[in-house]
């Protein structure tokens, strides 16, 4: 079955970077939107940033002016740059691709980030 696959993740210190990526592990036609959410322990999934076929882009108020959305049409790959971490981004990060009629989800990457 086709689905994206994240990578990326780990433990980092507060204030450091990591660059997240998701790539689709077989062919997914006609992506209208990718995006990233995340879920940390005992806490709901919520979104981080989406990112549309036109390059729109969409970010939580608790990202902005942190995180980056991009993506790479031709390989149908996302990317999330995040930048100033703090504690409270540790979650299981997942991107999502969403076509006209379905959403695929990855498996997740763990993003720990320690004090």
């Known amino acids: 079955q086709v689905q994206p696959v994240e990578s990326g993740g780990g433990l980092v210190q507060a204030g450091g970077s990591l660059r997240l990526s998701c790539a689709a592990s077989?062919?997914?036609?006609?992506?209208?939107?990718m995006g990233w959410f995340r879920q940390a322990p005992e806490k709901q999934r919520e979104l981080v940033a989406t990112?549309?076929?036109?390059?729109?882009?969409n970010y939580a108020d608790s990202v902005k002016g942190r995180f980056t959305i991009s993506r790479d049409i031709a390989k149908n790959t996302v990317y999330l740059q995040m930048n100033s971490l703090r504690p409270e981004d540790t979650a299981v990060y997942y991107c999502?691709?969403?076509?006209?009629?379905?959403?695929?989800w990855g498996q997740g990457t763990q993003v720990t980030v320690s004090s």
């Open positions: 999502k691709f969403t076509t006209w009629n379905y959403d695929y």
């Open positions: 077989g062919i997914i036609f006609s992506i209208n939107t």
């Open positions: 990112i549309s076929r036109g390059g729109g882009t």
